[in-house]
């Protein structure tokens, strides 16, 4: 998807103050910053008293996963999306660069911070 990401995740423990979905924002958007050029930074500029770019949605959505059946549900749903009608990304999830698709249907692990989801329920 060219505009947003699909993840799961688990939370070991709190953070403080802050929660664990805040502070991936704050911390991914600072990154962002570092790692554009400035012309392509400009096009994140705000008029905002507390920040110059922003580079997420406001209250992204977050979907709680309490249930082996729901994120498997989900899982499947992040695979396909590469490949729906929408974006038409991949002509399988397998061959989307960015899936654990392979992972789960080939065994091919291409991120080391992947884990497992079947091994959390």
């Given amino acids: 998807m060219l505009n947003h990401i699909h993840l799961i995740w688990r939370i070991n423990e709190d953070n403080g103050k802050e929660s ?4 991936f924002l704050k911390y991914t958007a600072h990154e962002f910053k570092k790692m554009l050029p400035q012309d392509e930074l400009e096009n994140y500029a705000v008029e905002a008293s507390n920040k110059r770019y922003e580079f997420w ?13 729901v994120a498997y549900q989900k899982l499947d749903y992040i695979h396909g999306n590469p490949v ?6 991949a002509d399988d999830p397998c061959a989307y660069k960015f899936s654990t698709a392979r992972f789960y249907e080939l065994g091919e692990k291409d991120f080391s911070f992947v884990k497992d989801l079947r091994e959390e329920f």
């Fill in 20 to 23: 664990s979905q805040g502070s």
């Fill in 57 to 69: 949605q406001h209250d992204p959505l977050a979907i709680h996963l309490y249930s082996k059946s």
């Fill in 84 to 89: 729906s009608g929408k974006w038409q990304l």
